[in-house]
C-alpha cells in the first residue's frame, strides 16, 4: 500500500486524461488499469491524483506497448464473456452468480439495468484452467443448482471486495484506510461503531462514495449506493470487525480533529468603595462601654468655669 504522500512536480508527471492519451487508453481503460494496479499515480496538492512521468515511460518501454496494456484492462459484458470462455450466456451468467467469475466494474444502461463487466483475460485464464471444465460442459452440480435457485446472486459482493481493494491500495494513511471499509457500511452502522461525532465527521471526510452513475438523488445513483452497500450478514460483520480494527490504528495514528476550548470569562466581582463602611467592615470591640454613672462622674470631676 503506497505510504509517501509526497506530491511531484507538474512538469515530472501529468493530469490523468494526459497520461491516459499518451498511453493509448480510453479513460475508462485508463481508470481500470489504476484500479487494478497496473498504473501507479501519486496524490496531487488538490486532492485528485497525477501519474509520474517515469511511470508513463516504464509503460511505454514494454514489450507489444500499447496493445499489451490494452489486453490487460480489457472488460467484457455477459454476452462478449460467454464467447470468450466459448459458454452460452445463460451457463455464463450462472457461473457469474455463483462467483466463479468476479466482475470487476458495472454501469447502468438506459433502462437502469446493472450490466456487470469482467476482465476478458481472467475468464480466457479460467477456461484454461482443466480444473474447471465440468464447470463448462457439464451439467451444473446439484449443490450449486440449488444454490442458484434459492437467489444466490454473488456478483456484488465480489465486485465490493474487489473495489474495496483498490480503495486500500489508494489509501495513504490509516484515516483513509477507515474511510474505504466504511464506504461500504450503510450510516447507520458507521453511527453505532462511531458515537463520537468529531470522529464520525473526521470518518466522513475519507469515505468514499460509490461510483459515479447519474445525476447526486437519482434512482440510477439510489441503485449505485444499494450496490456499495453490503447487506449479507456475515459480510457486514466483517465489515464492522475490520472498521472497529483500523479505527483503533487512526486514532494512534492522529486523533479526530475537535474544537479548542474557549476561555470562560472570570465572574464578575462587585467592588466595594472602601470609603464607605458598612456595619460589616466595623470592627466590634471587645472591652465593655463605661456605664453611665461613671461617664457621669466624670462630667461632676470636671472643674466648671467661674464667671468673672
Not at 488499469?33 to 509520474?52: C, F, N, S, Y
Amino acid at each position: 500500500m503506497p505510504t509517501d504522500t509526497t506530491t511531484k512536480p507538474h512538469h515530472l508527471s501529468c493530469a490523468p486524461s494526459r497520461a491516459a492519451r499518451e498511453l493509448g487508453l480510453r479513460r475508462g481503460e485508463f481508470d481500470l488499469a489504476v484500479h487494478l494496479g497496473h498504473i501507479r499515480t501519486l496524490p496531487d496538492e488538490g486532492g485528485g491524483r497525477r501519474v509520474p512521468r517515469s511511470e508513463i515511460d516504464r509503460l511505454s518501454a514494454g514489450e507489444d506497448f500499447p496493445d499489451s496494456l490494452r489486453r490487460r484492462v480489457k472488460a467484457v459484458g455477459a454476452t462478449e464473456g460467454a464467447a470468450v470462455m466459448d459458454v452460452p450466456p445463460g451457463r455464463f451468467t450462472r457461473l457469474a452468480r455463483l462467483g466463479l467469475v468476479v466482475p470487476v466494474t458495472f454501469y447502468l444502461n438506459r433502462y437502469r439495468t446493472v450490466v456487470w463487466q469482467y476482465l476478458a483475460e481472467e475468464l480466457r485464464q479460467f477456461a484454461a484452467d482443466e480444473k474447471n471444465s465440468r464447470l463448462l460442459k457439464d451439467r451444473m452440480p446439484e449443490g450449486l443448482r440449488g444454490q442458484l435457485e434459492a437467489g444466490l446472486d454473488l456478483r456484488p459482493r465480489n465486485w465490493r471486495g474487489r473495489h474495496l481493494g483498490f480503495l486500500l491500495r489508494q489509501a495513504e494513511d490509516p484515516w483513509e484506510q477507515a474511510g474505504a471499509v466504511a464506504a461500504f457500511l450503510d450510516p447507520v452502522q458507521i453511527a453505532e461503531l462511531v458515537p463520537d461525532p468529531y470522529e464520525r465527521s473526521q470518518l466522513n471526510r475519507f469515505r468514499p462514495g460509490p461510483p459515479s452513475h447519474g445525476a447526486p438523488g437519482s434512482p440510477a445513483a439510489h441503485l449505485a449506493e444499494r450496490i456499495m452497500t453490503a447487506d449479507a450478514p456475515d459480510e457486514i460483520g466483517w465489515l464492522r470487525a475490520d472498521l472497529t480494527r483500523t479505527l483503533e490504528e487512526a486514532r494512534e495514528h492522529r486523533p479526530a480533529p475537535r474544537p479548542r476550548p474557549t476561555a470562560q470569562p472570570a465572574p464578575a466581582v462587585a467592588h466595594r468603595d472602601s470609603s464607605v463602611e458598612t456595619s460589616r467592615d466595623v470592627p466590634v470591640s471587645e472591652e465593655p462601654l463605661p456605664p453611665r454613672k461613671r461617664l457621669g462622674w466624670l462630667r461632676r470631676g470636671k472643674p466648671r468655669p467661674t464667671t468673672p
